[in-house]
């Protein structure tokens, strides 16, 4: 008994299937991308790239694709649908470069009868002419059953009998679907079985949808029972809930079931990122293998596990998929969590600054802030350069701005254990906070210096929420300082930073002396 494991065979139809997609449509160029990355990069053994007779436009992307995998060396793992349509969908594959057709015939008496109106033989007589024409101009020759999973159900006779009267037509593979996405995997085990044991010779592909959220379980069903090939498509694109998933197919073969695929699972997360942009439709950041966040630990008890011993770690590692493991920063953060964090940007703090650090963290996740790593570095500097007067706090802010119209600012703030109520207005929030701070420090005998500089940063990630750093230099007698401020909203890290100017002077020049 052979100990070899078996190589299972993956068709993606991102190109034909995942078009059918509501709301996607791809350029010859996305088509072109797609089927080089899917062949040359990820390397599935097949891809459906079109249905034929769609448009002219769509004949010569076709033709495109054909002509670059015949060049690369890819020639015969290019497939387009045709129809039982004798000449015509045969002859725009040929005229498109085309070498396999997947010709769709009625897997169902139902489809049959009330769509085509004709009967099993009629539409068997259909089917070989189409074959018979299609081998003649040097095709290769799959069919599909559509809605074999119904027919199987409804009427079996009317399958077998359709398949014993193709037997002998020259097909290479006879593709079998879960048209409707509605076979439990326990079905898929005892339908598809039934079809290898009685066709032993025959090459069957599955193909599932996942209308039930079956498709992955259903195709570990199909090849328990016995099926070699499998299509799926990227980011489970695909009419209704889609197809197959691509990437959690390939892995659960591989990880579950001990099989041999030809994908390179590296190439996974860059594939489904062209898809993505290509498609307009988004990846949820949930999806496993390739969401964005299947690799982020949030509470701080996994990310101490990690630390520990790797006790929250499975064979899903993010390096397989050329990706990295990284720890969220927020309220649920613990200091394994920065720990990690630090550990990725080189860097080391004390024990009592972790605490600080941690502590700010914790403080902007309670107000739902995201966090990045690229954040950190923000907040370390901030912390560090901290002190803890509390000359002047900041109890309430209020802004307004408008487009061409003065900006005005109402505040409420503790001035040495004295409440002050103040507005101001300003070319700007920042300069009508200036205008109402100075208001309150005047009845303490404070103003603030004069401001020499003033820059605002956000973290190399870019992202719209990322915390933005405020750094002001202030002439203090001839004596440059700086502060710094930290805030998702860069006027309120601008309002921080001039409130740590003001509680350093005042600091200095003692309380005595502002009282």
């Not at 898929?188 to 959220?213: A, I, K, S």
Request: overall charge negative; hydrophobic content about 35%; proline content about 2%.
């Amino acid at each position: 008994m052979s100990t070899q494991p078996r190589h299972i065979q993956l068709m993606d139809t991102t190109l034909r299937d995942g078009e059918q997609t509501q709301g996607v449509s791809y350029s010859p160029d996305e088509k072109l991308n797609i089927a080089k990355a899917l062949l040359q990069s990820l390397r599935v053994d097949r891809i459906e790239v079109a249905s034929a007779r769609v448009s002219d436009g769509e004949k010569h992307g076709v033709k495109r694709i054909n002509d670059w995998a015949r060049a690369e060396g890819f020639d015969g793992r290019v497939e387009v649908l045709g129809f039982v349509d004798h000449t015509r969908s045969v002859d725009w594959i040929v005229e498109a470069g085309g070498s396999v057709m997947n010709l769709l015939t009625k897997g169902s008496e139902k489809h049959c009868r009330d769509q085509l109106g004709k009967t099993l033989q009629q539409h068997v007589d259909d089917i070989l002419k189409t074959i018979d024409y299609a081998l003649g101009k040097g095709l290769v020759v799959n069919v599909y059953l559509e809605d074999w999973s119904n027919g199987y159900r409804d009427n079996r006779t009317y399958v077998f009998e359709l398949m014993d009267k193709l037997l002998h037509a020259g097909i290479t593979h006879f593709m079998l679907p879960d048209t409707l996405g509605v076979m439990s995997p326990e079905e898929v085990f005892d339908n598809l079985g039934d079809m290898c044991q009685r066709y032993p010779e025959l090459h069957f592909d599955f193909h599932p949808h996942n209308d039930y959220g079956l498709a992955t379980a259903n195709v570990m069903a199909a090849v328990r029972a016995g099926i070699n090939s499998i299509h799926c498509t990227v980011n489970c694109l695909g009419e209704r809930a889609g197809n197959a998933s691509l990437a959690q197919v390939s892995v659960v073969l591989r990880d579950k079931m001990n099989m041999e695929l030809s994908i390179d699972e590296s190439h996974l997360m860059r594939t489904s990122n062209i898809v993505e942009n290509f498609s307009g439709k988004r990846v949820s950041a949930n999806t496993p293998i390739i969401g964005t966040d299947v690799f982020t630990q949030t509470a701080g008890i996994h990310a101490d596990g990690d630390q520990k011993g790797g006790l929250y770690k499975s064979k899903l590692v993010p390096e397989r998929f050329s990706r990295i493991h990284s720890y969220a920063l927020g309220k649920m953060s613990g200091k394994a969590s920065l720990k990690k964090n630090l550990e990725l940007l080189e860097l080391e703090l004390s024990e009592e600054n972790q605490k600080k650090v941690l502590a700010r963290i914790v403080k902007l996740g309670d107000s739902k802030q995201t966090i990045t790593t690229d954040d950190l570095p923000f907040i370390i500097a901030d912390v560090l350069e901290s002190k803890s007067y509390q000359h002047i706090k900041l109890l309430n802010c209020s802004i307004t701005s408008g487009f061409d119209l003065e900006s005005t600012v109402s505040i409420r703030v503790d001035v040495q254990g004295k409440q002050h109520v103040a507005s101001g207005c300003g070319n700007g929030g920042f300069d009508a906070f200036i205008d109402a701070v100075n208001k309150v420090m005047k009845l303490h005998d404070y103003t603030l210096p004069a401001l020499v500089d003033y820059e605002v940063r956000i973290p190399k990630g870019g992202h719209t929420s990322a915390l933005t750093e405020c750094v002001i230099t202030w002439d203090c007698e001839h004596k440059m300082r700086k502060t710094r401020g930290v805030h998702s909203n860069q006027v309120f890290a601008a309002i921080l930073a001039a409130l740590r100017i003001i509680n350093i002077e005042l600091h200095e020049l003692g309380k005595d002396k502002v009282d």
